[in-house]
């Protein structure tokens, strides 16, 4: 390796500790602020009771503005009204879920999705944390007043009915009913509950039927240390799909500057469907034959304490969580009068096919990003390579061959035309020497010698414009594929996660990127060199950029790249040594 490259692995290096170190104070940093503003609404005020994992709330504090506003106020805290009606649960399991349902709040206390395993191997839970069923109905979002319900099972044990009665006589009867198996819904199906809630004014006055909060529960980071980029709320309004994850509430500033928190996201329009959401698993809540007119989403960040106490690792901050919801429109009833209003909820994986089937282009909600399509066409490969092949990782091995195998005929034309440019090169340095004063003649002659030799000045960047499309396409599909989530290889316990072997004062060490990075170099020396050395010395930057990409990402991504630069360093071997012996410039 020559100078410059030793200089360009030494600055990926520092570029990664530098990031790690600043990540880490950054984190902690937030959590502070997070904690202090806390500890200062619970010494202005009277407090009332919180739920695990959130703060306490200032009794009487205002309810947040609009989108992009917001109120120094603590997180939102879970009260449980005072009742006789003991707290009450029941589990129903199906083939693929088991759902606990309470009367505190009249909904889904907890979803197990039995075939998906955290950490460790213990039960994967959605709506683990923040106190607020699935489905319960809230008057406000910032504060979550848990009414009691009367809970009634049916015989087959395939639809929970709730029902309470107000002091205004108004009536609220909750009819959660398991979808049948349809043709339309073969995956999605055994995720899906039916939801009709009905109000019923039983008395002899008009009653209004508040704008009430339907809570879609809660979701958390799988691990302590997954990017809090995929932990937020998704929504589709007037048919357009947008995200905001739990970053949104530390607030803006440039460059992170003098951020002012914002405790509640709300966002009005004619929401069709939101879902809480972390990297690979949501629960979603869709108005049937109308839309909502609010989607409403808080973050709070969970006690170290209470994270651990599943088993999870507690080496890092403790994550932070979101809840989310939406808001329902106000309506007067009639004496006598009844209104009711449909939902379906899902709890279940993020895969495409799966939300596909549940409709309203539910699946964008991935958001493959502006190679969308490759990823697509690589989510479709891999998982049919997996079915013949038993294994992600040999699953992506695979691909990998067989998009060089593609590949091929375009890399040894670009191999070839690279040489005749390496070869021409004292020609072209004696032109550019000879026409220094006339550009417009320098480039007609450098063309026409081009033109003479076959050489196409481009064909050296063309396999690179063809390979970043399906990297990035790689890149948005792995962070996303909840099928690559516990598939092993070699060292390597999870391909969806990076592929740390040992943490080095503070800093992880990810075997496969700096495998990568290495590969990367060796084919930059076996590649032949055209160009100034200005663009050369660019050029020695690429491992960087590709290790800043994957260092603690997927480490399946590491994998394919790492795979892709062997048999690319393979092909350059040959291709060099059939070309290179009747290589002559005359």
Not at 366 to 384: C, E, P, Q, T, Y
Not at 477 to 495: E, Q, Y
Request: some cysteine; hydrophobic content about 45%.
């Amino acid at each position: 390796m020559d100078r410059t490259g030793k200089i360009g692995v030494a600055l990926a290096i520092i570029t990664l500790v530098v990031w790690q170190i600043f990540y880490s104070k950054e984190m902690e940093r937030t959590r502070l602020a997070q904690e202090q503003a806390a500890a200062a609404a619970v010494a202005s005020g009277e407090t009332v009771a919180a739920a695990p994992g959130a703060a306490p709330v200032v009794a009487g504090t205002p309810a947040a503005p609009a989108t992009g506003s917001s109120v120094a106020a603590a997180p939102a805290a879970v009260v449980i009204a005072p009742s006789t009606v003991p707290k009450a649960t029941e589990v129903l399991e199906g083939s693929e879920v088991k759902w606990t349902f309470t009367n505190v709040g009249g909904g889904i206390e907890r979803v197990v999705l039995l075939n998906h395993k955290a950490e460790g191997g213990r039960d994967l839970l959605l709506n683990e944390f923040g106190g607020v069923p699935i489905g319960a109905l809230t008057e406000s979002f910032e504060t979550a007043v848990l009414d009691p319900y009367e809970m009634e099972v049916a015989a087959d044990r395939k639809s929970v009915v709730f029902r309470r009665t107000d002091s205004r006589q108004l009536k609220i009867e909750k009819r959660f009913t398991l979808q049948a198996p349809t043709a339309e819904l073969e995956h999605a199906g055994a995720f899906l509950w039916n939801l009709e809630v009905r109000f019923v004014n039983q008395g002899v006055a008009p009653v209004t039927v508040p704008a009430y909060a339907l809570r879609a529960g809660s979701a958390v980071a799988l691990h302590i240390k997954d990017q809090p980029i995929y932990t937020g709320i998704n929504r589709m309004n007037s048919g357009s799909t947008k995200f905001t994850d739990v970053s949104w509430f530390e607030g803006g500033g440039f460059l992170g500057f003098n951020r002012v928190p914002r405790p509640v996201y709300s966002e009005a329009g004619q929401i069709q469907w939101a879902g809480v959401t972390n990297q690979y698993y949501s629960t979603i809540l869709t108005p049937v034959g109308e839309t909502a007119p609010e989607v409403l989403a808080r973050r709070f960040t969970l006690e170290l304490k209470d994270w651990t106490e599943g088993g999870r690792s507690g080496e890092g901050l403790a994550p932070v969580a979101v809840d989310g919801g939406l808001r329902l429109n106000a309506t007067v009833l009639e004496p006598g009068r009844d209104l009711v209003r449909k939902f379906t909820v899902y709890a279940g994986p993020r895969e495409h096919a799966t939300l596909r089937e549940l409709g309203g282009g539910q699946e964008q909600m991935l958001d493959f990003g502006m190679f969308g399509i490759v990823s697509k066409i690589l989510l479709a490969s891999m998982n049919w390579l997996k079915g013949l092949l038993g294994s992600y990782a040999a699953a992506i091995i695979a691909l990998t061959i067989i998009i060089k195998a593609l590949l091929w005929p375009m890399q040894n034309k670009s191999t070839a035309s690279m040489q005749r440019m390496q070869a021409l090169q004292p020609k072209m340095n004696a032109l550019k020497e000879k026409y220094s004063d006339d550009p417009t003649k320098m480039n007609q002659e450098l063309m026409a010698l081009y033109k003479k030799h076959g050489v196409n000045p481009m064909a050296g960047c063309l396999p690179m414009f063809v390979q970043i499309p399906i990297f990035f396409g790689f890149y948005n599909m792995l962070g996303k594929a909840v099928a690559l989530r516990n598939s092993p290889f070699l060292w390597v316990h999870d391909l969806s996660q990076p592929d740390t072997v040992a943490v080095v004062a503070g800093f992880p060490v990810n075997v496969l990127p700096l495998l990568m990075a290495g590969t990367m170099l060796v084919q930059m020396q076996l590649t032949p060199k055209t160009g100034d050395p200005m663009q050369q010395r660019m050029f020695m930057f690429m491992p960087l950029i590709f290790v800043v990409f994957c260092y603690n990402y997927a480490s399946g991504l590491a994998l394919y790249w790492t795979v892709q630069n062997v048999f690319t360093i393979v092909q350059l071997l040959l291709t060099n040594k059939n070309t290179r012996a009747g290589l002559q410039v005359v």
